[in-house]
Every structure is written in structure tokens, then in C-alpha cells.
């Protein structure tokens, strides 16, 4: 089934997913902003009644564990972060009609008053579970204050996700071998009282409503699976102090609060609700849009689809809200191949880039069209610098330039000519393209609808030579430049979505009234205004010494960041494991030598690569958790050391058949110094 095409009559409500307050923001974090800002703007240029929000997640155990690591209370050092960000998206024209944050009176009161409605629908129910306890500390160790072994995968898994292995959720009490992250102190399973949502009673529901949910086919396809393997109920408590109370433990015996994953997307309403609030219900109704006929779009980064397509709309359905229409997941992003490293200082980060000087068009015109919205996307300096210059400067600013100032200074401003047909109806196409690429949730076609327009531009001028015709024939000059000047007022209208500032100057420079952003899709086709000023070029060239500038500064500060941190291994290293195995226990792990032959990501998963490895014996295809901190091209033909008679194991469908080893948290690959060959022996 599929829903009215936009604009509808619906109020629109367009959310990003929330920042978590517990670290600064990079330019890979941005590709969700922008792409919610785009689309955002983009449904409203289409006439679309819209509200975007969001705010930041303060809750949850990394801040309450990091901010007891410095010292200092979460509610500070959660509103720090909640501060930077709310002065950070602005910056790049990330303009959230509200920004709110988990941790204010709206979301506590709307988060309470939701739960309670989900216990009254019989949606909620006790139990006894085993979770985790730091016996020495005398403390529960709830999510990200337990690490241990994933029993799904036998990764590393910390708290309730595996997120260095197949990237499951895990619930309380499912992690193997628990051990405090803040005392190290090996932890034990005590039994506890906790709430759950029922969520298995919704698999009927949630079947059907994956039919008509709407956005990037992998939202829309990966929680099938889970779906419709056996859906599991989700425990919402959390034994701390740091979160929202559990509606009934008001000054209670117990400490349970809400699982952060519960008040978290209820912040999509609370930052909806104090829009309203300040706006009034008849600019924009909260209420209409989450508790009658809403089209309500997510947009997130893909770690987090299950939460936004299983756990989320059962709760809304629960209390009787709004579903969502469609979720848009982004891919990741790399820098040149390799994954952010925030902790290696592998980042280009927000404010740095804008220190540079670069205007904050060029990044989100990269972030929103340098691949579709699920792929995943490298950015370079170098790739960086050519789109801003082939397509930005080449393309749409030297059309706008060079029609605009041939206007300007043979005209006056807009010739008096009708606009021609051929010319109206390359418009017309770009309008269409524009709304088909909001109706298919892509903000990349919605950006190249504009840049095409602006490159048959280019090829109109030059194709037709008005600078050879104002003496022969002027009427024909003036018909070729009055074309001229309605394409680049298009340009402006159908790219300001994705360019926001750079399109107001040029809506300036065509005689356009207020903002650009006030615009709807019809004014590419009203006439320019008659008198037009001297314009000015919209972008400028990246010289080729800037990138290697940039990529030095940048391989500088991640060697830095290397030295400290090997200043500072010492005090992190696990202590060697007091149980001392005997040699026959060495010798029946089948440890080979082997060699890459090939490399490549698993679809869907965030960190894993599929790899065939030739162990001299025979070739094995091993999955390993390597795909975001190796370039995987370069990988085939590398030396490696394999233990081969680890059992198999499946991993996002793909067989594991051996494990190859790797060392720290970069999976240091493990090869030979001399000329061991595949198939050997390691003893
Ligand atoms: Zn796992």
C-alpha cells in the first residue's frame, strides 16, 4: 500500500535522529542533520505544512559512566554537550523548528504519561530477570557499565549492544563473563523485578505496518528478519539514578528509571509539542500530526533502524499515536577509506571545518549528494574539492554568474521577452524530478534535479552565443538571456533545500522578494524581477594546495594522538588471565597462516567485512569486524594469521568458517616478518 504522494493536507513532521549527549560533532555525524535539513526544506518547497525537530539524548548509561569518570554530575555533562550541539547545527544551516532535549520538563511529562497509558492498555508486565552486579561496589550495572562476551557472536560486546560484533541488541543478563567497565571487578547475576514491553503481542501489527512504511529500502527491508523470527518482549527499566523515574517509583524503595530507548523517540513529540507551543496549534498542531493524521518521517543513521521500525512503532500504536510514514537510514561515512576515529582523532570535526573557512554549502551539498542516502559515503579533501569545483563553481555558479551579469550589463535586469517554450519545459522537468526525488525520499535526486537544470543552463548559453547576437539580433539575445535569468531563478528555488545559504544570495541576484526559503516550487516559473543588480560569484575554487594542506594537518594530528595514546597504554591493557592453560590446550587451536584474496563489506552491517582467505589447504570465508578501520580494497594479497578450527558461525547470513586475528581496538591484523606461506603451522 502506498500513501498520498506530498504535498498532502496532513501536517508533515520530519524528526532526526538524537544526538547523544557524550561527545563533540564531526562531519560524518552532520550527514544525518543535513539530510533531515534538506528533506525538511525540500517537502516545504513542495507546499508541504512541516515541522522538523529534534534535541539531544541525555540519558543512558555512557553518560552517566563518562560523566562519573570526570567527576562531575550527568545533568551538567549531558546539557554541555546539549549546548554545543544546539549551537553547532545552525552553523550549518541545520534549522530545526525545535530542538529540545530528553531531559526537560515536556519529555518527562509526556514520557511519563505515555508509559502509564501503555500499562493501562496491558501493554506492560513484571518480571524476574537476572542482571548484572558489581558484588565489591555494591551497585547494579545496568547497558554500558557491564562488558563481556556477546553470546550471539563471542565478540567483545559492551552493555546492551554488540557493537563491535553482529550488532545485536542485547537484553539484560544475556552478556557472557560480565565485568564492571568502571571497577574492572568481575561482576555476578543477581535476580531483579523489571518492567517489559510486550512487544511480541504486536507482530501482527508490525508485519503489516513494515508494508506500508515508507523511506530507503533498508528500513523498510532489514527488520524483516527480525520480525518475523521470534520477536522479543523489551525490558524498559534500568536499576540507576541517572534517567526519567518509572512513572509508579515516585519516592519509592526502588530506583528503577526508564530505559533510555523509551523516552528517547517520545523527544520526537515533546520537541513537536513546545514547537507548538511557541508557534501556536494554527501555524503548526502537535497534536494533529502525532495523534490524528501525521506524516511523520525519521530520518537516523542505520545503527539505530530496529529501534525506529520495531520497538517505536509498537509503542506508538500501544497508546494510540501516530505511526511513522517512513524512515530514511543513512549509510555510514568513511574518511579517505577508513572509518572516524573519534578516540584517534581521525576526524574532520564540525567547527574545524567551518575554521577553515569553508562555507557550510559546499559540506552539505557533498553530504547530501555524494551518494545515495543508505549508501555508504568516504569523504576526502581531494573528492571534497573536486565536486566544489566541477559541479558547485563549474557548473551551477559559472552558469548563474555568466547569465546574470550578461543580464545585468546589456540589460539592466530581466530582457521584456516571453520565456521560451523549450526553456519552460526543461523547468518543468526539473520540477518534476525535484518532487519525484521528495516522494522517493532522496535527497541526492533532489539536489541533482538543480544541478542539471543549472548544466542545461550552461549548455543553452553556450549553444545559443547571445554575446555574438546583441549587435545582429538583440531581440534573439534577449530572448536567449531572459531564458537565462528564469533558469537560474529555478536554480535558486529547486537547490536551496540542499544550499541554502549560497541560494539566498542567488534568489537576491534574480530580483526574488523575502527569502528563497519562502518559496515554494512555483515561483521557478514566475518571472524575474526587471531590474537586477551586479551579481556576484556564488562559490569560489579550492586550490589543489588546500588539500594537501588539510590531508597534512589531518595525518599530523592522528600521529599525535597516536603518541599519547601510547603514552597512555600502559593503564589500559587488560591484566593477563590468572588461569594458565596447559601446552596440549595450545595445541588444539589450528592456527594457519593464510592470505587475503579477497575483501568485501557485508551489506547492513556496520562493521563487518566478509573475507576469503586462501590457508594453503584450502580458501575460507571469514567474516571479520573489520570493515570500518582497514581500506578493504587494499587488503586482498596481505598476509594473515588464522585460527582455522574455531567453529562456524553465522553472521548477518554470512558463514564464519575461522577467525583472523587482529590486535586492539583498530583490529591490528596480525601477519608473518619471513616467508611463511598459507597453510603453515603457527606454533
Ligand atoms: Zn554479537
Redesign the pocket.
Known sequence: MSHEEFPTDRPAVVTCGLPYANGDLHIGHLRTYVGGDVYARALRTLGQDTAFVSGSDMHGTPVAVNAEQEGVSPESFALDWHETYESTFPKFDVDFDNYGHTHDETNTELTTDIVRTLEENGHVYEKEIMVAYDPTEEQSLPDRYVEGT?P????R?RGDE?DE????HLEPGEIEDPESTITGNPAEYREQTHKFFRVSAFQDYLSDFLDRLEGTSNARNQPREWIEGELRDWCITRDMDWGIDYPESEEGDDDLVLYVWVDAPIEYISSTKQYTERVGPDTFDWAEAWQESGDIVHVIGRDIIQHHTVFWPAMLHGVDYTEPRAVMASGFITLNGKGFSTSRNRAVWADEYLDEGFHPDLLRYYLATNGGFQQDVDFSWERFRERVNNELVGTVGNFAYRALLFAHREFGGTPDAPLSDEVRERIETAMDDFAAAVNDYSVREAGDAAVALAGFGNEYIQRNEPWNLVDDDPERAAQVIRDCVQIAKAVAVLFAPVAPGTCDRLWDQVGGEGSVHDADIDAALEPPAADLPEPTELYEKIPEERVEELNEKLAERVAESEDTEDEDMDIDFDPIESDRIDFETFQDLDIRVGEILEAEGIEGADDLARLVVDIGVEERQIVAGIKQLHDLDSLPGTRVVVLANLEPAELFGVESNGMVLAAGEEADLLTTLGDAVPGERVR
Request: charged residues 20%.
Open positions: 556477546c550471539y557472536c563471542g565478540e560486546a554488540c560484533g553482529c550488532g545485536r
